[in-house]
């Protein structure tokens, strides 16, 4: 399944752009679910909602694109955007929030179709992944390839990453779930750590690559040894 979201005031064209996509999606035996936005506010406000990729409309009256594609990098690096404009010189200012291209305005099917089929090989190629965390600074989306390990924090967890400490409001075990098939393990009832980043496993703790250390409570110790058995012979 893949997210997209169409954010446009012209509710007409963004209607018509969200046919164009099932019609693609239809075509391709591609599963693609449609979120619809009518400003920027409204996009970089939203909620629970995870997206792929983004067409944006740079010319809005209730804050552009250009100000919620900043909005949008500033917490999220990885969710592609496609501008929508009727003027090229708008659309070539948007490079500079990592824009994968951007579309003229009106949109002919063949031209979209161009565009899906080069953004979804290329997505599919970097297979990303990523966990999605709501709290009281927004919505942030946390590739696992920088997160370090989570610790159980007041009621909450925080997730320490390659560019610093983020609070998920969820609980620690439902987290552990959703990181099950992602080499995270628990070493402690308050931590669970990405196998990737361990350098060493001494007799109640655990070295990361970055000199950091946390704890291994005794009864997990003899999982974590034989997981990170399995990870490391897996990748000698």
Known sequence: MYNIGICDDEQDFARELEDMIGQYARESGTEIRTTLFRNGRELIERDKIELDLIFLDIQMDIMDGLEAA???????????????????????????????????????????????????????????????VNNEDGCHRVDLSTLHYLETYNRN??????????????????????????????????????????????????????????????????????????YWGDRL
């Open 70 to 132: 900043k909005r949008i990098r500033a917490k999220d690096g990885k969710v592609s955007i496609i501008f929508l404009t009727s003027l090229t010189r708008y659309a070539l200012a948007g490079y500079e929030y990592h824009a994968v291209n951007y579309i003229i305005k009106p949109i002919k099917y063949a031209r979209l179709k161009r565009e899906l089929d080069r953004w979804l090989e290329s997505y599919r190629r970097e297979d990303k992944k990523y966990i999605l």
């Open 157 to 230: 967890v925080k997730l320490h990453t390659d560019s610093g400490e983020i609070i998920s409001y969820k609980k620690m075990k439902e987290l552990e779930a959703q990181l099950k098939e992602a080499h995270f393990i628990r070493c402690h009832s308050g931590y669970l750590v990405n196998l990737f980043f361990v350098k060493r496993v001494g007799k109640l703790e655990i070295t990361l690559t970055d000199g950091e250390v946390i704890p291994i409570s005794q009864p997990k110790r003899k999982s974590v040894m034989e997981e990170l058995a399995d």
